[in-house]
């Protein structure tokens, strides 16, 4: 018998071949769902890993015998392709000048804009500067259409700064209620613990290996999750002030 899935619902991903957007799509392979994944390019030193990583996870899913949804080819943007919002983009920097949130979050709030209900995976964790930003400023509330359950910010008790910026994302549960370490486990439940090694986080790769030094491989190591970076890249975390001052008077050494 043949599947129809235009009877299916589709839900629509950020997808960065990282832990948790991963995780989202490993879940989402076992419902009955279209699954439409988004990545941005910046010209980030990372994409090209990160892009790696995706093909290798998606391979992943789709070999896998108790698959059910239908993951459909990755979508590309340019961040010169989405779309001007001056409203959000100001909201942003009031967001930005008090809590050093991302720039990344200017563009991903206009491309959610154009893709409403995109899914932006975000964990419990301390070093979320995202979560803290959505803490300090708002609330959230649980939403479950079907299988999929995920959070949106609650308009009533969030700033509106917060809600130009986040207003647009869902947050895919448990992700949101979750640790690393905690949808670790749950990856291991899922049966795709081997996925988990394809996942990257690293902005500054060397020899296309995680760095240790640059904030998400600090929060890597911070949060338990040392056995994701090399024994050179935990050597390089030790003495990371170190590689970090090489690295800043490297940048400083090429502008001239």
């Known amino acids: 018998m043949t599947t129809n899935y235009l009877d299916f619902p589709t839900v629509h991903v950020l997808w960065t ?16 769902v279209n699954v439409q994944p988004y990545y941005v390019k910046d010209n980030r030193l990372c994409e090209a890993n990160e892009l790696a990583a995706i093909a290798g996870i998606y391979k ?9 949804c239908r993951l459909h080819p990755l979508k590309i943007y340019q961040v010169s392709e989405i779309e001007e919002d001056v409203r959000i983009t100001e909201s942003f920097k009031r967001l930005r000048a008090e ?8 563009w991903l709030a206009r491309l959610a804009k154009q893709i409403p209900g995109l899914e932006l995976g975000l964990e419990k964790a301390n070093s ?7 803490d300090k400023f708002g609330k959230v509330k649980k939403v479950t259409e079907g299988d999929i359950s995920f959070c949106i910010l609650d308009r009533e008790h ?3 700064d917060l809600i130009n910026v986040f207003g ?3 947050f895919p549960l448990p992700l949101f209620e979750k640790t690393k370490l905690e949808i670790l486990q749950e990856y291991k439940k899922l049966g795709y613990e081997q996925t988990i090694r394809k996942t990257w986080f690293c902005h500054r790769p060397i020899n ?5 030094f640059c904030n998400p491989c600090v929060s890597t190591m911070q949060e338990g999750m040392g056995f994701r970076l090399s024994a050179e890249g935990r050597k390089r975390y030790k003495y990371r002030l170190f590689y970090r001052t090489k690295s800043r ?7 001239f």
């Open 60 to 68: 992943d899913i789709e070999s896998n015998l108790e698959t059910q």
């Open 17 to 32: 071949g990282g832990f948790d957007s991963s995780f989202r799509l490993v879940q989402l392979s076992k419902y009955q």
């Open 99 to 106: 809590t050093g949130l991302g720039t990344q979050y200017d």
């Open 249 to 255: 008077l490297l940048g400083a050494a090429k502008r």
């Open 158 to 160: 969030s700033s509106k």
């Open 208 to 212: 296309n290996e995680p760095c240790g």
């Open 168 to 170: 647009q994302f869902h």
């Open 128 to 134: 979320s500067i995202a979560r803290k930003c959505i």
